[in-house]
Nanobody
Framework: QVQLVESGGGLVQAGGSLRLSCAAS????????MGWYRQAPGKQREFIAH???????LYALSAKGRFTISRDNAKNTVYLQMNSLKPEDTAVYYC?????????WGQGTQVTVSS
């Protein structure tokens, strides 16, 4: 089992920045990759980015150029740096971890971008 705890959400004005953190605990040695998803009201959860244990990352087209995913293996933590935020980035942001057999989710953190 893997437990994930997100932090760093909040209210920001358009054009601003936020950094989300996701701390993993439990059977972290089994994790293949960790990433971020988001879900806006009335919409499906969508992929943002993930980063593999070796450091290779993958981004959704909507995130390229504005969002950066990184990880600190010593802290078992993954980050999502979000710049030039737009009102349409408003959503609950979820951390995800995959170990090849199962997917794990955090509780989510709210990001609200005001215009």
């Amino acid at each position: 089992q893997v437990q994930l705890v997100e932090s760093g959400g909040g209210l920001v004005q358009a054009g601003g920045s936020l950094r989300l953190s996701c701390a993993a605990s439990g059977s972290i040695f089994t994790i293949d990759h960790m990433g971020w998803y988001r879900q806006a009201p009335g919409k499906q959860r969508e992929f943002i980015a993930h980063i593999e244990t070796g450091g290779r990352s993958l981004y959704a087209l909507s995130a390229k150029g504005r969002f950066t995913i990184s990880r600190d293996n010593a802290k078992n933590t993954v980050y999502l740096q979000m710049n030039s935020l737009k009102p349409e980035d408003t959503a609950v942001y979820y951390c995800n971890a995959e170990d090849g057999d199962s997917g794990y989710w955090g509780q989510g953190t709210q990001v609200t971008v005001s215009s």
